[in-house]
């Protein structure tokens, strides 16, 4: 069964609203969770280490008052990206890391944004 | 030089054939390896983790090599199903653990 969720699945919004992904650990509390983003073709590139009750830490290049991470319980952290613009289009993707021989990483099914 | 590199195909092979993968990482203080399968626009899903033993699940076999940090996905008897991008994922300890994603490498299956 799944592990982690998020919603919602996909978005579309106009340039300079704001929108919010949620981020659910399904199976267990995670006290951390990760933040990636994934443009066509390419591979995925880190955003943020979501940190529950601490603020997140941000990848090199990532404005962090542009993407705001929360992560206020075990189970769920939110990603808003303010002020969208349409290059902000691109594929969400939290997950959370397990241990169970090697510190696994599962996905979210991720959250498509689309900004006109 | 890119922490995870893979050549990033495509690679088309036809049903039933078998088909290599290669990856190479950069940073030796690198401790957990893995192979994820990622569908057109849906998330990674891991596919298996690879360890120095190497270790097989039924039609995949992965290979670790520390010594020339290169690791290997090697897929038997493909299905059409099989078609997807591979990636190959590196999880460094720098102080505090990363994981790196290679780009991956795109695979078609054809009948």
């Known amino acids: 069964g799944a592990v982690v969720s998020q919603h919602p699945s996909w978005v579309i919004c106009k340039s300079g609203t704001s929108v919010k992904i949620e981020c659910r650990s399904l199976d267990f509390q995670a006290t951390t969770m990760f933040w990636y983003r994934q443009f066509p073709k390419q591979s995925l590139m880190l955003m943020a280490t979501s940190n529950e009750g601490s603020k997140a830490t941000y990848e090199q290049g990532v404005e962090k008052d542009k993407f705001l991470i929360n992560h206020a319980s075990l189970t769920l952290s939110t990603l808003t990206v303010t002020s969208a613009h349409p290059e902000d289009s691109s594929f969400y993707i939290c997950?959370?890391?397990?241990?169970?021989?090697?510190?696994?990483?599962?996905f979210g099914p991720g959250t498509r944004l689309t900004v006109t | 030089r890119k922490e995870v590199e893979q050549d990033p195909g495509p690679f088309n092979v036809p049903e039933g054939a078998t088909v290599a993968f290669n990856c190479t990482y950069s940073n030796s203080a690198s401790q957990s390896f893995f192979w994820y399968r990622q569908d057109c626009r849906k998330e990674p899903k891991l596919l298996m983790s690879v360890y120095s033993s190497g270790n097989e699940d039924g039609r995949f076999t992965a290979q670790l090599n520390r010594a020339s940090q290169y690791i290997s996905l090697l897929i038997r008897d493909s299905k059409l199903s099989d078609s997807a991008t591979y990636l190959c994922?590196?999880?460094?300890?720098?102080?505090?653990?990363?994981?790196?994603f290679g780009a991956g490498t795109r695979l078609f299956v054809k009948a």
């Open positions: 994922v590196v999880r460094v300890n720098t102080g505090g653990f990363k994981t790196i």
């Open positions: 997950s959370v890391s397990r241990q169970l021989t090697s510190y696994e990483q599962y």
